[in-house]
């Protein structure tokens, strides 16, 4: 009897982290989109709801990150923006995750050259569906650009992760 309910205190604990996850995600892409970026090339963002995946990553791992990044980007599409918007975002968002998630687990980068990918992979996995909508290369333009961008986001952002997975993580190992 005793060890069930430990076992329903943990689950309900782990609801409420992935709960916590994506409603941060959320309120960043809300707060990004409410920011203006004062450069004149289109998808220039600062990224703050990568820090919920870098965060998610060195916490809860690949699986529920993957599946707090897909919630929110759903929440995000369907609240803030269009079908359109939202293949752009899962396009970065998987290629992204799926090289942050790949740096990680083979211990290639710290937290910031993690993020730094992550915010470099989700540039070119917008700008190819871009091109694949287009049916030109012309957008790839746009990548030295976006390259510089998500380096200078990516690293900022990653260094707020480390230091959030660092008091996080003692306390997200009890659950």
Sequence with gaps: MVRRRED???????????????????IFSYVEAMIPVPVPIP???????????????????????????????VLVGFTFSNPGSMLYALAGGIFSLAVMIAAKKYKWFSEIGVSILGGI????????????ITGTGGVFSYLPVLLVAGVITGGVIGLLGG?????LLPMVERI
């Design 8 to 26: 329903g205190r943990k689950g309900a604990r782990a609801v409420a982290l992935y709960g916590l996850l994506i409603a941060l995600a959320f």
């Design 43 to 73: 998808g220039v963002k600062l990224g703050l709801a990568n820090l919920v995946n870098v965060v998610g990553l060195y916490t809860v791992g690949a699986a529920g990150t993957a599946a707090v990044a897909l919630v929110r980007i």
């Design 121 to 132: 992979f989700h540039n070119i996995g917008q700008l190819t569906v871009a091109a694949l």
């Design 163 to 167: 230091l959030v997975v660092e008091r």
